[in-house]
């Protein structure tokens, strides 16, 4: 059973699109189950009714015809009860509806379950027929099945399909995600895919065949070079079985219709990476259908052969990622790489089927000031790239080959923007004072050398939060400390007098470098930040040496320790950093000693500051890992994203007691974490009575514009109010509303 269908989800999640999808579910669950008709009706949200999308035993002129309004027939039942519908007699259903046009009438027995993703029920799954009754065993598997492919529905839905098979033109047609980065964004979708990541290859349309089917006759001659060398090194290693594999490789390698089918795709008009991609799904999937396990799993061997062919080809890479203007990137992952890697001046606007509002992609994209969604998970990458694309960045959404109506709507809003950022443009020199003259700095968050212009031009105060761990990720080793020195020298240097916060290197979880692995269950939970600092202290000490040595003569270094959950963790590394001090004031470098403070993100330091203030100069409170771990969703899983939320009640009462008992100690708290940069949350840090805030370079203009329209007074009421709330959404449209009554709602939706 299990084989079977793990054969049809793969099969399924291989489709082109939506019609094929579904018909392959027809198809393959009714020879599975041996039933006389299997059905698949989904739930057209636009005329609200269940339209028969594929059949196999009904009558196929009722595809996209036969449609039940919400309430009728017995598909309805199901889509209200949300469980499965098992009757061995259904035209005695007080619910049945006959249709005669869908030729159902011999078919007596009916099972229908519900295709439930993300708790919407999109349509119904129904196996008939003509006596014999379903059994418990039946049930389970078609729940099973249902289960496992709503996923693939919803992503193949996500192109149109619904309509596009029913006929119907769509009016307001998008994929919803995550709000990454504020803004919204027009171009063209540039899908950028993962070296040798076959799955992940787009469809791309070509010119030039030949110079394709060289490029790929090239890659494949190169790969059966690369088997043979593999197999006669190997031979004296393996055993005689093991070397069968890489004689099975090479025939595979040698076959014919490989080379045949996918030259035939390359003079259909894909490029050599995507004509590859669809050869092997289909051979994969042949093997996949094998009953036998051991056949079946040469499947896998054929994706592993179709990865070495797809190296080659990028390796010979003729086809570098070209960027028009206004590229709009795309990707199942889109990593801080290749964010880094696309010219900024063509980016209009990022897309990442994976990550949520506080993945580093997005805090990058809000770096850069690039509107962005994220955990797009319904996205069609494959068939995406070159079609024209909008991003909302506020909403989260996304429109593919929007209609003439959007694009328009979207053109206007996104003219207003640049109204609304030229107007904030204005704010730069003024200091960020509220209006009864209460200074609150405002400064930058950084880790790339590229942020400091923006964060200078948009008049931040300083740095509050300068990630060093961005300089060790773009690197293919770790940087020496001349090299470290210099990166922190400009840093520093170019904000002097004002201050700098240092934060030491903070690496694991969703941060890794290439050359450092750390292989972990639940790397959030893991080894991370000063774990791994304090365990390797020949890493820490290079990297303080750098720092204090960048230091001299400036005097505007904070030192910040990231990810600390116990008290030992800070006298440690206040140690090992009077140690360091010591020995380089010992060998005549003229620096002084920079005030310490701690990152408060991990709950546990919420119950010791008592404990923690005597040790610190400061607190900055980072909100992205804080609201993670309080609320127990993982920041970057788009699965659980909307329940991951800096406006939920606890964390607004954790920070209120964070400040309150810190300003006991007379001591400093700050916020730098994506909050600080959300104009609704800006309020509410206002009325806590927060030191500072530090965001992001193109979110300062934004907070400034909060802070110089709200008195502390005003603020304070708005906490009060805020705190006496249960949940996040009510707390969000309230500030909302009070944003637009201060004439600020431009800063929370697209327009002005
Ligand atoms: C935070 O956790 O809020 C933070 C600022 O650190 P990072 O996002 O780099 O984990
Ligand atoms: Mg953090």
């Given at each position: 059973m299990l084989h079977t269908l793990r054969r049809i989800v793969n099969e399924v999640n291989a489709a082109q699109n939506l019609a094929q999808a579904l018909d392959i579910i027809v198809r393959r669950v009714k020879q599975a189950m041996d039933t006389d008709v299997c059905s698949v009706y989904l739930f057209d949200t636009v005329s609200e009714q269940y339209v028969l999308m594929a059949t196999d035993g009904l009558s196929p002129q009722a595809v996209g015809h036969l449609r039940l309004a919400r309430g009728e027939g017995l598909v309805s039942v199901v889509g209200e009860t949300q469980k499965p519908l098992n009757l061995a007699n259904a035209p005695e259903h007080p619910r049945f509806s006959f249709c005669a046009e869908s030729g159902e009438a011999p078919y007596r027995s009916f099972l229908g379950v519900p295709i439930i993703h993300h708790r919407q029920v999109m349509g119904i799954l129904i196996v008939q027929h003509a006596e014999q009754p379903f059994g418990e065993d039946e049930v389970s598997f078609l729940s099973t099945v249902s289960s496992q492919l709503a996923g693939a529905i919803a992503h193949a839905d996500a192109s149109g399909g619904i309509k596009g098979l029913a006929g119907e033109v769509a009016t307001k047609r998008y994929i919803d995600g995550l709000p990454g980065a504020p803004g919204v964004g027009l171009g063209t979708a540039v899908v950028a895919y993962p070296p040798a990541n076959l799955e992940a290859i787009p469809d791309r349309k070509i010119q030039d065949t030949d110079k394709e089917v060289d490029v790929f006759l090239a890659a494949l001659a190169a790969a059966r070079t690369e088997i043979r060398d593999l197999a006669r090194r190997m031979s004296t290693a393996l055993s005689e079985e093991d070397r069968a594999l890489f004689d099975a490789y090479a025939l595979m390698l040698e076959s014919k219709s490989l080379e045949a089918k996918t030259i035939e795709n390359i003079r259909a008009g894909n490029w050599a990476a995507g004509a590859l991609r669809a050869t092997i799904n289909e051979h994969a999937n042949i093997f996949d259908e094998m009953e036998d396990p051991y056949i079946s799993e040469r499947a896998d061997d054929i994706r592993d052969l179709g990865r070495r062919i797809l190296a080659h080809i990028q390796n010979n890479a003729t086809n570098p990622m070209e960027y028009p203007d206004r590229t709009i990137l795309v990707g199942e992952e889109i990593s801080v790489t290749e964010l880094s890697q696309a010219p900024l001046e063509r980016l209009a606007g990022v897309i990442s089927g994976a990550g949520s509002t506080s993945s580093h992609v997005a805090i990058l994209a809000r770096a850069l000031g690039i509107p962005a969604v994220v955990g797009a998970s319904h996205l069609p990458i494959s068939r995406i790239d070159g079609c024209e694309i909008i991003v909302d960045g506020y909403q989260g959404r996304v429109y593919v080959s929007p209609l003439p109506a959007v694009r328009d709507e979207y053109l206007r809003l996104a003219r207003e923007e640049e109204e609304l950022v030229a107007g904030l443009d204005e704010l730069t020199n003024r200091p960020a004072v509220t209006t009864d003259g209460v200074h609150v700095p405002l400064f930058a968050n950084t880790g790339l050398?590229?942020?400091?212009?923006?964060?200078?031009?948009?008049?931040?105060?300083?740095?509050?939060?300068?990630?060093?761990?961005?300089?060790?990720?773009?690197?293919?080793?770790?940087?020496?400390?001349?090299?470290?020195?210099?990166?922190?020298?400009?840093?520093?240097?170019?904000?002097?007098?004002?201050?700098?916060?240092?934060?030491?290197?903070?690496?694991?979880?969703?941060?890794?470098?290439?050359?450092?692995?750390?292989?972990?269950?639940?790397?959030?939970?893991?080894?991370?930040?000063?774990?791994?600092?304090?365990?390797?202290?020949?890493?820490?000490?290079?990297?303080?040496?750098?720092?204090?040595?960048?230091?001299?003569?400036?005097?505007?270094?904070?030192?910040?320790?990231?990810?600390?959950?116990?008290?030992?963790?800070?006298?440690?590394?206040?140690?090992?950093?009077?140690?360091?001090?010591?020995?380089?004031?010992?060998?005549?470098?003229?620096?002084?000693?920079?005030?310490?403070?701690?990152?408060?993100?991990?709950?546990?330091?919420?119950?010791?500051?008592?404990?923690?203030?005597?040790?610190?100069?400061?607190?900055?409170?980072?909100?992205?890992?804080?609201?993670?771990?309080?609320?127990?969703?993982?920041?970057?899983?788009?699965?659980?994203?909307?329940?991951?939320?800096?406006?939920?009640?606890?964390?607004?009462?954790?920070?209120?007691?964070?400040?309150?008992?810190?300003?006991?100690?007379?001591?400093?708290?700050?916020?730098?974490?994506?909050?600080?940069?959300?104009?609704?949350?800006?309020?509410?840090?206002?009325?806590?009575?927060?030191?500072?805030?530090?965001?992001?370079?193109?979110?300062?203009?934004?907070?400034?514009?909060?802070?110089?329209?709200?008195?502390?007074?005003?603020?304070?009421?708005?906490?009060?109010e805020v705190l006496l709330m249960e949940d996040s959404q009510t707390i969000r449209a309230f500030l909302n509303a009070r944003l637009d009554k201060a004439g600020l709602g431009g800063l929370v939706r697209a327009g002005k």
């Open positions: 050398l590229s942020d400091i212009a923006p964060s200078l031009e948009r008049g931040a105060e300083g740095v509050g939060l300068y990630r060093t761990e961005f300089p060790f990720m773009v690197r293919q080793r770790f940087p020496g400390e001349e090299e470290q020195r210099k990166i922190y020298r400009k840093v520093l240097e170019a904000f002097a007098p004002r201050p700098v916060y240092l934060r030491t290197l903070d690496i694991g979880g969703d941060k890794t470098l290439s050359y450092f692995p750390i292989k972990e269950e639940n790397p959030f939970l893991g080894w991370r930040g000063i774990r791994v600092t304090l365990d390797h202290p020949e890493i820490f000490v290079v990297q303080l040496r750098a720092i204090l040595r960048a230091s001299a003569g400036l005097d505007n270094l904070h030192l910040l320790l990231p990810m600390v959950s116990h008290v030992a963790e800070v006298d440690q590394a206040s140690l090992i950093i009077k140690r360091v001090f010591n020995e380089l004031r010992e060998a005549g470098e003229p620096i002084t000693m920079p005030e310490i403070g701690i990152m408060i993100e991990v709950p546990s330091m919420l119950y010791q500051i008592e404990d923690l203030a005597p040790r610190v100069d400061f607190f900055s409170v980072g909100t992205n890992d804080l609201t993670q771990y309080l609320l127990a969703v993982d920041r970057n899983n788009a699965r659980v994203a909307n329940l991951y939320d800096a406006l939920h009640p606890a964390l607004l009462r954790a920070l209120t007691h964070v400040v309150l008992t810190a300003q006991r100690y007379s001591k400093p708290v700050s916020v730098c974490g994506e909050m600080a940069g959300d104009p609704a949350a800006a309020i509410l840090l206002l009325g806590m009575g927060i030191s500072s805030l530090s965001t992001t370079a193109a979110s300062l203009p934004r907070i400034k514009w909060v802070i110089c329209n709200f008195s502390m007074a005003e603020a304070r009421n708005i906490l009060d």
